[in-house]
């Protein structure tokens, strides 16, 4: 069932999903409304309903990982750090013999609470550690999120490919 879960002051964890596939990757999506909402929803978690959101307190990040079949793979915190939202996703190894050569996805979707969110313009970024590694992904949102049901308009949220540098 998809539902509220574990989190943090500020942050409550939703319906982590598993499926599989080929490939490594970060990603990072963010709704401020319940359309751009569906638009995440839609492609990651298929069959689970879409969760109630008060997109007046709240707004909603998505990240996604893809990691092994032997990897253990947790979302550790998610902070905000003057004009930076962190997501922490820890990666580790299972000592469990051989591996199947699959990848798996996992998706964490978080309802931020607006009232912690830095006014814009603030970064979104997801860090993915395991041992020997790190991986970065961002979101640049060049407008203020932290008013009731403020929406980001287009062009708006740009990401790492969208960035200078």
Do not use: N, Q
């Not at 893809?66 to 820890?90: F, K, N, Q, Y």
Request: net charge negative; hydrophobic share 35%.
């Amino acid at each position: 069932m998809c539902g509220r879960a574990a989190g943090g002051g500020s942050w409550r964890r939703r319906c982590p999903s598993r499926d599989r596939d080929s490939g490594y990757v970060t990603w990072v999506g963010l709704a401020t409304d319940p359309g751009r909402l569906d638009e995440l929803w839609t492609s990651p978690f298929r069959k689970a309903p879409v969760p109630e959101v008060d997109f007046d307190e709240d707004v909603v990040v998505w990240f996604g990982v893809v990691s092994g079949a032997c990897t253990d793979v947790e979302l550790g915190d998610v902070t905000v750090d003057g004009a930076v939202v962190h997501a922490d996703i820890v990666e580790s190894s299972r000592e469990s013999g051989p591996c199947p050569l699959v990848a798996v996805y996992h998706f964490y979707v978080v309802a931020l609470e607006r009232s912690r969110l830095p006014s814009g313009p603030f970064t979104v970024e997801l860090r993915v550690k395991s041992p020997g590694h790190t991986a970065t992904r961002r979101l640049a949102v060049d407008v203020d999120l932290s008013g009731p049901g403020a929406v980001a308009g287009p062009g708006a949220v740009r990401s790492d490919r969208d960035l200078p540098g």
